[in-house]
């Protein structure tokens, strides 16, 4: 959803912000643009879960978690994350679900085949998840989704929302008198529309009972590492963490650096207007591949705004992924152009690290102001290094 709205905005201001460009050279200048710099914790275990733990189904020998997407848009890496990060911690059952049968097209990339439909899961398990995770999904006011989600709390589930999941649990009526989050962009949005829930800032992810929502994009990783410590204890979360590159975990964040600036929109209407910068670059996939860390760089090079990003396989057949999860190819066959991080090498860093990366070059190929409108999407603190470097010519 999120993504769908800086769109929208960023198209409805480009005209004036390229026409207004002169009028905005100065605030250009002097306004950097809100993405605060990464501050890390020096030991993850100071990291607390704020996830309270759910015993509403003790019969069961591990938790059952459901992670729910539309099938028509639902954001790439709130939907992978969780699933993949839960699926390598083993602490949980995790299935996929979809509102329909066949794939997810997930948004800014990609396209997934779920594990199977929220109707035929509830057949099999009608007394219903442990936790359910809900991402930004395009159509958040479905309503056999929102009823979905509605039954799955009445049943005992925790319901995580995730980013502009929010939307979701908010017109479901999970939020009314509760403390939650959202996304940068969303949460005035969110405030005028739902006044009864107290919305909060500072925080990657709030917990009121057995509601949680989240901030951007990238809080998927620290919201499910605070979830794998709730299930399988701190020790087994930091290794997790450690696996997939991630600092820490803590609910910290400092929510009141990000904010859309003249600068933002300046690179937004600039690489939007380029048409001779048009870009395809291919994701090859790789069966048994790390799916959330090719999640996390494709999602960020697809929000450049004048990059498509496109999975290619061999064959038009699905591939399983290392979570388990099938992607379906876009493309059979290679690409002119490789997603980086892929053209030299197929095996990803740690999902994390990857993001790190791809925002580094990000940087060095398009210049510091879209790394940092590129962050600034995902709401991902990154290294003030980063936003000063000029594109290569």
């Known amino acids: 959803m999120i993504v769908r709205r800086v769109l929208l905005a960023g198209w409805s201001v480009c005209a004036m912000a390229v026409g207004l460009a002169g009028c905005f050279a100065l605030q250009v200048h002097q306004d950097p643009g809100g993405v605060p710099a990464a501050v890390h914790h020096a030991d993850a275990s100071v990291a607390q879960s704020e996830i309270p733990a759910n015993h509403a ?5 591990r938790p059952l978690v459901a992670v ?18 839960l699926k390598r911690a083993e602490v949980a059952d995790v299935v996929a679900l979809g509102t329909q049968p066949g794939p997810i097209q997930m948004f800014p990339a990609f396209r997934v085949e779920p594990d199977s439909t929220i109707d035929a899961f509830d057949a099999r398990f009608p007394d219903g998840a442990d936790y359910v995770v809900v991402p930004a999904v395009h159509e958040d006011d479905d309503p056999r989704l929102l009823a979905w989600v509605r039954q799955q709390w009445a049943k005992g589930a925790t319901v995580i929302g995730v980013c502009d999941g929010a939307w979701v649990l908010a017109r479901a009526g999970l939020l009314a008198g509760r403390r939650a989050t959202s996304h940068w ?20 992810y709030v917990a009121d009972g057995r509601v949680v929502t989240t901030t951007g994009v990238s809080a998927s990783v620290p919201v499910t590492l605070a979830l794998i410590q709730t299930i399988g204890g701190v ?7 450690g696996a997939i590159g991630a600092p820490d975990w803590s ?11 003249p600068r933002h929109l300046y690179t937004a209407a600039s690489n939007m207007l380029s048409l001779w910068r048009r870009e395809t670059l291919g994701a090859a996939l790789q069966p048994g591949g790390d799916d959330v860390a090719l999640a996390l760089v494709a999602d960020a090079h697809a929000r450049i705004y004048f990059t498509r990003v496109l999975a290619t396989a061999g ?19 290679a690409a002119a152009n490789a997603l980086p991080l892929l053209s030299d090498t197929p095996r990803l860093p740690r999902a994390v690290v990857a993001l790190d990366m791809a925002l580094d070059d990000i ?3 398009h210049g510091g102001d879209t790394a940092a409108f590129v962050a600034l999407q995902m709401e991902y603190p990154m290294r003030s290094a980063a936003r000063h470097v000029p594109p290569r010519p």
Request: charged share 20%; proline share 5%.
């Open 185 to 204: 962009y969303a949460r005035d949005a969110l405030a005028r529309q739902f006044p009864q829930t107290h919305w909060v800032s500072g925080h990657r």
């Open 315 to 333: 064959t038009s057949g699905g591939v399983r992924m290392g979570s388990g999860l099938v992607f379906l190819p876009d493309r059979v066959g």
């Open 251 to 261: 609910a910290e964040h400092a929510s009141a650096g990000f904010r859309l600036s």
């Open 57 to 61: 189904h003790p019969w069961r020998a």
């Open 68 to 85: 729910v997407g539309h099938n028509a848009n639902t954001e790439l890496t709130d939907f992978v994350v969780p699933y993949g990060v």
């Open 363 to 365: 940087a060095q190929h």
């Open 235 to 241: 020790e087994r979360a930091r290794a997790v963490a």
